[in-house]
T-cell receptor, first 116, second 113 residues
Framework: GAGVSQSPSNKVTEKGKDVELRCDPISGHTALYWYRQSLGQGLEFLIYFQGNSAPDKSGLPSDRFSAERTGGSVSTLTIQRTQQEDSAVYLC??????????????FGPGTRLTVT | AQSVTQPDIHITVSEGASLELRCNYSYGATPYLFWYVQSPGQGLQLLLKYFSGDTLVQGIKGFEAEFKRSQSSFNLRKPSVHWSDAAEYFCAVTGGSQGNLIFGKGTKLSVKP
């Protein structure tokens, strides 16, 4: 079946502009994660959604970052007033049920964001 | 706090040679451990995982890993490396009730003919 998809695959934006990154998880997967992969910091957790519960935003680096998940499916990560340090690959992952037990996370191909 | 250390940033091995990638973790309870591989321009693919039971776990593409609680390690091994194994490898542990992965910095593997 279809895997996790992300769009766009590449995004170049000017410093100060807002960007939206989209993630379509595997159908039926209830939990969704966003991660950021940058040269300096490696892979970092950003935010977690489980069903219709309030998201865990503990990994968001600043209040310029926000995310939503509509209808328990598609998620959008929004970065406002982008800065050059936001340049990274943003990865989305989903799992079928509750994370208790450490299920495998299925990753999308990522969105490469470049802030000029 | 939970953490994962991959001490080798870059490793080069000859095709056909054996491989061992090191991973050490810090975690307060019984960890759930993973190895992921990332080829250039690709997402992360799970190689194998350890939850409990047999400490030697087999994965895809001929990889295996051994969980050693006394050493807080989960090293990845392969007896004979193929050129297609050239990629970046990430060790990870789950942290917190939300199950997010905590990754090491990764080890880039180069394979020479």
């Amino acid at each position: 079946g279809a895997g996790v998809s992300q769009s766009p695959s590449n995004k170049v934006t000017e410093k100060g502009k807002d960007v939206e990154l989209r993630c379509d998880p595997i159908s039926g997967h209830t939990a969704l994660y966003w991660y950021r992969q940058s040269l300096g910091q490696g892979l970092e957790f950003l935010i977690y959604f489980q069903g219709n519960s309030a998201p865990d935003k503990s990994g968001l680096p600043s209040d310029r970052f926000s995310a939503e998940r509509t209808g328990g499916s598609v998620s959008t990560l929004t970065i406002q007033r982008t800065q050059q340090e936001d340049s990274a690959v943003y990865l989305c992952a989903s799992i079928p049920i509750s994370p208790a037990g450490g299920q495998e996370q299925y990753f999308g191909p990522g969105t490469r964001l470049t802030v000029t | 706090a939970q953490s994962v250390t991959q001490p080798d940033i870059h490793i080069t091995v000859s095709e056909g040679a054996s491989l061992e990638l090191r991973c050490n973790y810090s975690y307060g309870a019984t960890p759930y451990l993973f190895w992921y591989v990332q080829s250039p321009g690709q997402g992360l693919q799970l190689l194998l995982k350890y939850f409990s039971g047999d400490t030697l776990v087999q994965g895809i593409k001929g990889f295996e890993a051994e969980f050693k609680r006394s050493q807080s390690s989960f090293n990845l091994r392969k007896p004979s490396v193929h050129w297609s194994d050239a990629a970046e490898y990430f060790c990870a542990v789950t942290g917190g009730s939300q199950g997010n992965l905590i990754f090491g910095k990764g080890t880039k593997l180069s394979v020479k003919p």
